[in-house]
């Protein structure tokens, strides 16, 4: 992908459809149901589970078939072999891949690199660290990443985490860099996190396990736009 | 797969052949030329980049094939949805699953809790973690992983960061489990983390990149054993 062609995230807000699912025909068919959303402020991210349950080599060109022009995320939350992991999205054509803020400042910077390189949009999530030591961290970069996603994981939310949304506007005074939440939003909530500030709203199970996820894709878009 | 069948690492030292190849077909050459090894200290890692880029199951029934017999851990670093990542991996008929020691306690627990009903082996990799919250964390948990792994990171590794043999007899004098090593382990240095108390000896690298796989394979075993 040259970088006449990149796509950018030059028009927030965004919503981004998080597919957890692991399993390659469920997520066929939810995207064949989704494929008339011409929306340009939707992307779509291909999930941990799901990449670690089918592959990116399999997963990623399933979303591209129904998806030819849409921004897709490979959720990789990368630890370790930076270079090498940003390489293995890269080939499948994404365009971004995500590197956990828990990595060794090596991996991260590796990883922004070949980014960089192979002209992919870095993102970066926060997920398990805290701010406090995140930031700092963030600061021995040499260029920060594209997008910070501000999250709680689905373990803690079950468990009962407070929310992040006051993470949000923390960051966004900080730094000037698109910032994208994720972690039990629903309907109800989604709200808070647009008066935060977020830029880019991570959603999953709210519409792909709701009774009609085109529908609930649709009622998402018009609370955040 | 039942308790009864359960194969267990009660016999250390043993040697782990980690692999880190993303592409399958070279895997499946490397594993050919390896499989008429019968050491029963043989245990076999399906690596984090292979799992990302092939997938656990297409993956997974390619070390099955060749390895029938042996003790197959799935290297899946999970930071988010531990239970599903373990039934992942279980679907295959791994027998041990790892979890990145940076994710959040929930995730741990729900990890552990998945392969102690599933029957598989918990291992938890030390990677980007240090020791003073590293261990304060493992005593919150109800019960403790089977394995520990001491890590230096690839990335890590290259950035010069030094070695990690001394935390081998930390946890050891301090934990009644299994400590592996992981980073860097070479025909040269092999002989420290012996010294040190290792059980489980990580490779990568150092076998599947020699120009004699077989022959490294059998000169780390006469090493460690």
Known sequence: MSNDVKKRLDNPPYLQLAIDIPDLPTVQELLSS?????????????GTPLIKNEGLKNAVPVFRHYFPKSYLIADLKTLDVGKLEVSLGAKTGVDACVVSGL????????????????????????????????KPKLLLLDSLPDVIIVHRGIDEEIAGKESVYESISEIKSNLEKLVAIAGGLNLKNVHLAKDHGADIFIIG??????KNPQKSLDQFLSIIL
């Not at 989704?34 to 291909?46: D, Y």
């Not at 992919?120 to 406090?132: K, M, V």
């Not at 199970?205 to 709701?210: D, K, N, P, V, W």
Request: a negative charge; hydrophobic letters at 40%.
């Open 34 to 46: 989704l494929s008339e959303t011409s929306s340009q402020r939707l992307l779509l991210e291909i």
């Open 103 to 134: 990595a060794p400042l090596p991996t991260i910077k590796g990883f922004i690199e070949e980014c960089q390189k192979l002209a992919l949009d870095t993102w970066i999530d926060t997920l398990g660290t805290n701010l406090e030591t995140f």
């Open 205 to 210: 199970r709210a519409i792909y396990q709701s």
